[in-house]
């Protein structure tokens, strides 16, 4: 979760002034992306008729203009003590206190991933395979997906899209790997996310691609399904015959 940039924003509803068609809005940022908020910063800002025009920013610790209207402003906050003190505490009283919240209520909450790994590509013998490791419905979006082939991680020949919201608070990712299969060989996807306690190693089995395997549980049920009406036809025809009369020609 570290690695990830957090970012709480908060806007204020914007006030409209229908007699001219202006309007005016302010936003409250928290931006932070370690878990003990080391990093944490607040940033207010403010915009005219969707113009920003005036920016506080905690790290450079004063108001910033963008506009006439905007440095003339800043200048006017920069002097104004209580002002000043009010952003500067809004650090910890805004920021730190809503970020809590947002840690308990949405950040501490974690959903495992469905992984699966198939083949999507034969290999001719001169062009390689290609496998996917897929993970489904998983929460939060940072993952780490690689490849081990006999224990070790592959560098190249890899291609993962990015995490990809569901729409419904679930992420999911995909990852491709490129390979010329030899015999013997052990291929695995390893998946990393804060809902395991250690990375999770899903096995390649090249044994029967999956669609392989369904073409012959298919051909399976379908001949047994043949061999019990032909032997019901035959029983039924034996019965049928028992109970005739045979007159010689």
């Known amino acids: 979760m570290s690695k990830l940039l957090k970012i709480l924003l908060i806007l204020l509803p914007a006030v409209l002034h229908t007699a001219n068609g202006n309007s005016m809005s302010l936003q409250h940022w928290c931006i932070w992306s370690k878990d003990d908020l080391s990093d944490l910063e607040y ?23 963008y506009t006439e209207l905007g440095i003339y402003n800043a200048e006017r906050f920069n002097k104004d003590p209580a002002e000043m003190q009010a952003r500067k505490a809004a650090l910890d009283t805004f920021c730190k206190n809503n970020v809590g919240v947002y840690y308990s209520g949405i950040l501490s909450k974690t959903v ?42 592959i560098k190249g020949d890899v291609t993962s899209t990015e995490e990809m919201a569901d729409g419904d608070w679930y992420y999911q990712v995909h990852s491709h790997l490129e390979y010329m299969p030899e015999s013997g060989e ?56 028992s109970g005739r009369i045979l007159v010689p020609t």
């Open 43 to 65: 940033i207010h800002s403010r915009f005219s008729n969707k113009i920003k025009y005036l920016e506080y920013n905690s790290t450079v610790g004063k108001y910033v203009g």
């Open 186 to 241: 052990e291929i695995s996807c390893v998946v990393q996310h804060a809902s395991f306690r250690k990375p999770m190693n899903y096995k390649w089995d090249p044994s029967m691609p999956e669609p392989d395997k369904s073409k012959i549980a298919i051909g399976a049920s379908g001949l047994v399904l043949g061999i019990v009406l032909s032997a019901a036809g035959f029983i039924y025809y034996r019965k049928k015959c």
């Open 112 to 153: 495992e991933p469905q992984v699966k790994v198939k083949l999507v590509k034969k290999s001719d013998g001169t062009h390689p395979a290609t496998l996917m490791c897929s993970a489904y419905s998983f929460y939060p979006p940072t993952i780490s997906v690689t490849w081990l082939r006999n224990g070790k991680e």
